[in-house]
């Protein structure tokens, strides 16, 4: 097994698979007590070549390795990739182009979200090693053993991706994979500025004071977070920024009034930077609040019965093309288009219009209804009778 410790081997290596069609990448970080990932190895393979590469090393400058990243001639393969995705863009070069084999056997009719070990199990007939599992990836020396599991985590995955990429061309869904691969590289997903921190949110309200404060207090937050390195949820709690956006404490007893406030807030370092955070936003309500649209009809009171019709046609559709209902729509998505037939989701968009989206209209329109035969599920045309003249 090659381990790479220093900057010559790095570049050597790089080199060594700077030909190949493809690179299997993995890797292994730490975040539990963190804001920013912590990197802590990295795994790739080709046909050719396989290594695990050390970033905590003295010796070495990982530069060389992000350049294959953005090689665009050479197409990085990973398992579940969003999180490995988010590291390389904190390095300043998102892997493109991209397969996620995640996804892929999604569309592939291999289920919902399916982990790598199924996936190699189920395609490659091999039943993965998992006593390396909870390793501390941060402390070293590293064992062999911890080394040799972190490597198959790519060696399979090289194996098994011309197959599974095989599959779906000859189902003709290739292009639906490419077409989640441009969303999932899409810079704007790893954006960390502060200030768009309240999209990751959910608004109640559509005041503007409310929303000011709402975005003055994620982002205070998210702030903060970045500057100490620690996760979201300890600075301050999703439903607590609700609550401030809310009541809008302008004093220390207004934020001990708060239930989801920890008790003392107002009293830590934290209480006098968070409070003039929201008295910025209150005294520039107007041109500091976000603007939210709202689009599409007021909502429809027969929107819930819809909603668990919709829920029956996607499984019904899900199983006779064989594919992961959660990679065509989302419970979000079919309460979109209850309400409204031009609503701004996927669902009436690209491949998921044609595989559900088009079927789902018509169904609204009393175009095709769902009938049970036996056990499953079947759509069925409405056939109407003809006009009387």
């Given at each position: 097994?090659t381990?790479?410790?220093?900057?010559?081997?790095?570049?050597?290596?790089?080199e060594r698979?700077?030909?190949?069609?493809f690179?299997?990448?993995?890797?292994e970080?730490?975040?539990?007590?963190?804001?920013?990932?912590?990197?802590?190895?990295?795994?790739?393979a080709?046909?050719?070549?396989?290594?695990?590469?050390?970033?905590?090393?003295p010796d070495?400058?990982?530069?060389?390795f992000?350049?294959?990243?953005?090689?665009?001639?050479?197409?990085?393969?990973?398992h579940?990739?969003r999180?490995?995705v988010?590291?390389?863009?904190?390095?300043?070069?998102?892997?493109?182009?991209?397969?996620d084999t995640q996804?892929a056997?999604?569309?592939?009719g291999?289920?919902?979200?399916?982990?790598y070990?199924?996936?190699?199990?189920?395609?490659l007939k091999?039943d993965?090693d998992?006593?390396?599992?909870?390793?501390?990836?941060?402390r070293?020396?590293?064992?062999?053993?911890q080394?040799?599991?972190?490597l198959?985590?790519?060696?399979?995955?090289?194996?098994?991706f011309?197959?599974?990429?095989g599959?779906?061309?000859?189902?003709g869904?290739?292009?639906?994979v490419?077409?989640?691969?441009?969303a999932?590289?899409?810079?704007?997903?790893?954006d960390?500025?502060?200030?768009?921190?309240?999209?990751?949110l959910?608004?109640?309200k559509?005041?503007?004071k409310?929303?000011a404060v709402?975005?003055?207090?994620?982002?205070?937050r998210?702030?903060t977070?970045?500057?100490r390195?620690q996760?979201?949820g300890?600075?301050?709690k999703?439903e607590?920024?609700d609550?401030?956006?809310?009541?809008?404490?302008?004093?220390?007893?207004?934020?001990?009034?708060?239930?989801s406030?920890?008790?003392?807030?107002?009293g830590?370092?934290f209480?006098?930077e968070?409070?003039?955070?929201?008295?910025d936003a209150?005294n520039?309500?107007?041109?500091?609040?976000?603007?939210?649209?709202?689009?599409?009809?007021?909502?429809s009171?027969?929107?819930?019965?819809?909603?668990?019709?919709?829920?029956?046609l996607?499984?019904?559709r899900?199983?006779?093309?064989?594919?992961?209902s959660?990679?065509i729509?989302?419970?979000a998505?079919?309460?979109?288009?209850?309400?409204?037939?031009?609503?701004?989701?996927?669902v009436l968009?690209?491949?998921?219009?044609?595989a559900f989206?088009?079927?789902?209209l018509?169904l609204?329109?009393?175009?095709?209804?769902l009938?049970?035969?036996?056990t499953?599920?079947r759509?069925?045309?409405?056939?109407?009778?003809?006009k009387a003249t």
């Amino acid at each position: 097994m090659t381990t790479i410790t220093t900057t010559a081997e790095l570049t050597a290596f790089c080199e060594r698979i700077q030909g190949s069609p493809f690179v299997a990448v993995d890797t292994e970080f730490m975040r539990e007590t963190t804001y920013w990932p912590k990197l802590c190895l990295i795994q790739a393979a080709t046909p050719e070549a396989e290594a695990v590469i050390d970033p905590l090393s003295p010796d070495i400058d990982l530069s060389p390795f992000l350049a294959v990243m953005a090689d665009e001639r050479i197409e990085k393969v990973f398992h579940a990739a969003r999180q490995d995705v988010e590291i390389f863009s904190n390095l300043g070069a998102i892997p493109r182009p991209l397969f996620d084999t995640q996804i892929a056997g999604m569309a592939a009719g291999f289920g919902e979200q399916i982990a790598y070990d199924a996936l190699v199990r189920q395609m490659l007939k091999i039943d993965l090693d998992k006593s390396s599992r909870f390793t501390d990836w941060a402390r070293r020396p590293l064992s062999e053993a911890q080394l040799t599991y972190a490597l198959a985590d790519v060696t399979h995955l090289a194996r098994l991706f011309p197959m599974l990429r095989g599959r779906l061309e000859e189902s003709g869904r290739l292009a639906w994979v490419t077409e989640e691969m441009r969303a999932m590289t899409d810079p704007a997903l790893y954006d960390m500025d502060p200030e768009i921190a309240w999209k990751r949110l959910r608004p109640r309200k559509h005041t503007a004071k409310y929303l000011a404060v709402f975005r003055g207090v994620a982002a205070w937050r998210e702030r903060t977070a970045q500057t100490r390195d620690q996760p979201r949820g300890r600075i301050l709690k999703d439903e607590a920024i609700d609550e401030l956006a809310t009541q809008v404490p302008l004093d220390a007893d207004g934020f001990n009034r708060l239930r989801s406030v920890p008790k003392g807030f107002s009293g830590s370092k934290f209480g006098p930077e968070l409070l003039e955070a929201i008295k910025d936003a209150v005294n520039n309500a107007d041109t500091y609040a976000p603007v939210l649209h709202r689009t599409g009809p007021p909502p429809s009171p027969a929107a819930g019965a819809v909603v668990e019709l919709l829920k029956v046609l996607l499984k019904a559709r899900a199983e006779d093309a064989d594919v992961a209902s959660k990679l065509i729509a989302t419970v979000a998505d079919l309460e979109k288009i209850a309400n409204d037939d031009n609503a701004d989701s996927p669902v009436l968009q690209g491949w998921r219009r044609e595989a559900f989206g088009e079927d789902a209209l018509r169904l609204k329109r009393g175009e095709l209804a769902l009938v049970l035969d036996g056990t499953r599920v079947r759509v069925v045309e409405v056939r109407r009778a003809p006009k009387a003249t």
